[in-house]
């Protein structure tokens, strides 16, 4: 079966109603990213980090999957699929992908504040309580903090990512500016002549290969677009 790899990033989600993060009107233009998504954030001021996260949580249970995130899980159908995400949200999973690696952490998780990448200590929060609080422990003791990784941290599963890219047929990137490493160097393992294909409205800021095919829309209709025109998968 051919492989594929689909690199998503805050776009795929925004026909689903959550914001982007750059760009006019972006999240870190209300929170100012240093203050809530990085460990000196979180040190000076845990409880604004975690009420942000909080609010995050509440908005995403409010939402549902959008047609690109069921186009992408379809692909499944056809491809061997890996989607890697920069998204904490659990969009592709409510829509079915079955194989996603979470570079960014996942909102809905929750984790030790001295080990967040020791996996023994993360909890998954249920829908019914989705927030936490001050006080709130985890089993080791140290103040439960969002599963997500700020800036400045490691990206854990960077490993994971790259290996999926060996040997691909496709590499797709939805929705992401690129703007953010080591995710958006993820291109750069893309195998010399692989179709690449990037699906964004917008101009990218990064240096693409000379084959890649920009189809210049948003998610849902980008990937109708892929499917029919350039996959080229009966129905
Ligand atoms: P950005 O906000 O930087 O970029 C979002 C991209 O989505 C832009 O290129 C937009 O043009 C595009 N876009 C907007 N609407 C779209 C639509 N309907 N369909 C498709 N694309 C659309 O978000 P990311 O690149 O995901 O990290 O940001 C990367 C990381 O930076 C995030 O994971 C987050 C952030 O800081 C952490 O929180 C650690």
Not at 164 to 182: E, H, K, W
């Amino acid at each position: 079966m051919k492989r594929v790899v689909i690199l998503t990033g805050a776009g795929m989600s925004a026909e689903s109603g959550l914001g982007t993060f750059r760009g006019g009107g972006g999240l870190w233009d209300e929170y100012p990213v240093e203050l809530v998504a990085t460990p000196e954030g979180y040190a000076s001021n845990p409880a604004l980090v975690i009420e942000f996260y909080n609010k995050r949580r509440t908005e995403l249970l409010r939402v549902v999957p959008n047609e690109g995130h069921r186009l992408v899980a379809s692909l499944e159908k056809d491809y061997d699929v890996t989607v890697v995400t920069q998204n904490v949200d659990d969009l592709h999973e409510r829509a079915g992908s079955t194989n996603i690696i979470h570079l960014h952490g996942e909102l809905m998780k929750v984790c030790s504040s001295h080990s967040p990448q020791d996996l023994r200590y993360v909890r998954t929060l249920q829908p019914t309580a989705p927030t936490i609080a001050l006080g709130d422990l985890a089993a080791d003791g140290s103040q439960l903090r969002p599963y997500i990784v700020w800036f400045g941290e490691a990206v854990p599963y960077m490993s994971d990512a790259i290996a999926a890219m060996r040997d691909i047929d496709a590499f797709i990137i939805i929705g992401t500016s690129l703007n953010v490493y080591p995710a958006a160097g993820l291109l750069n393992y893309a195998p010399a002549g692989t179709p690449v294909y990037l699906i964004d409205p917008n101009d990218v800021n990064a240096v693409l290969p000379r084959n890649a095919i920009h189809i210049r829309k948003g998610a849902s209709e980008g990937m109708r677009v892929l499917i029919d025109e350039y996959l080229k998968i009966s129905k």
